[in-house]
């Protein structure tokens, strides 16, 4: 038997003894403390919406994908402007664009939630606030915050992969008459998406779940009401278990949606 093989038998049994340990121990916790298990909640009716908490735990999870995608799209609308920005020939278009990478890259999210939620939206036209008033500002909120947040580095990933694309396409485009536009739209950014999908994706993934600090200001998404079933049921590893396990569902879905991108993508015989 080849000794990559007894590595791999190795490798799979110290796992399966390290689960097992782990089981053990979790189990004898759990006797200790006469903690037991009631998975039945989530079968019993919600106060909190309609129908059951499982139903809860899924409005909310909802709730969470509805940000995540809403941020998701303005997070790549403003990181590519960014990025494209950052390699300006106009010495004062690239340093502001630098120096919004660097302002809401080096602060910490959640401050930013609460400068949207309880400084910006107070302060904007009075149209446009009674608007946001009538349509969930704190949603908006936290939306804003995690575009422009995650903006940030996704710009830094675009103007990597713009880096990437090799000058001589370029020539190439502009030597068969195509403008600086069309240069960037049609030559230099699909390839420059190509080439940094995977980490345009850990992005994404980090948006998702990133959006659970919205429930610091009262966003009723998936961790704010996981947390509410916990406090009306008093059954805390249940509830954290199921939290835990719809963001684990979210994150492999958009995983497998990048990864059957990824494939869509690659070069023949790549």
């Known amino acids: 038997m080849p000794r990559s093989t007894y590595q791999q038998l190795l490798a799979v049994l110290v796992l399966l003894a390290v689960g097992v340990f782990t089981f053990l121990r979790v189990r004898a916790g759990f ?34 994908i509805r940000l995540a995608l809403i941020g998701i799209v303005f997070a790549m609308l403003l990181g590519t402007l960014v990025g494209i ?23 910490p999210l959640l401050v930013q939630i ?39 580095y996704i710009a830094e990933t675009i103007r990597a992969g ?25 030559v230099v950014l699909p390839q420059a998406f190509r080439a940094v999908l995977p980490p345009l994706g850990s ?19 998936l961790f704010y009401y996981g947390t509410q079933v916990q406090s009306y049921t008093f059954r805390g590893f249940e509830s954290i278990t199921a939290i ?17 991108l990824s494939r869509r993508l690659a070069l023949p015989g790549r």
């Not at 993934?205 to 200001?217: C, F, R, V, Y």
Request: no cysteine; charged share 10%; proline share 4%.
């Open 31 to 64: 006797d200790a403390n006469n903690i037991t298990l009631d998975w039945s909640i989530f079968s019993k009716p919600s106060p909190l919406t309609k129908g059951t908490y499982l139903t809860t735990i899924l409005i909310g999870m909802l709730l969470t």
């Open 162 to 186: 713009i880096l990437s694309v090799h000058k001589g396409q370029t020539e190439a485009a502009k030597s068969l008459g195509l403008s600086g536009s069309d240069v960037l739209g049609k």
């Open 85 to 107: 920005s950052r390699l300006s020939q106009n010495p004062v278009v690239s340093r502001v664009a630098a120096a919004y990478v660097e302002f809401f890259r080096n602060t």
């Open 244 to 260: 835990t396990v719809a963001y684990l569902v979210l994150s492999l879905t958009i995983t497998f949606f990048l990864n059957l």
């Open 203 to 221: 992005q994404f993934l980090n948006l998702t779940k990133n959006s659970s600090l919205a429930s610091q200001i009262g966003v009723a998404e």
């Open 114 to 152: 609460f400068f949207w939620n309880f400084g910006v939206i107070n302060v904007l036209p009075g149209p446009i606030k009674n608007w946001l008033f009538d349509h969930s500002p704190e949603q908006w909120a936290v939306i804003a915050a995690l575009s422009v947040y995650t903006s940030s």
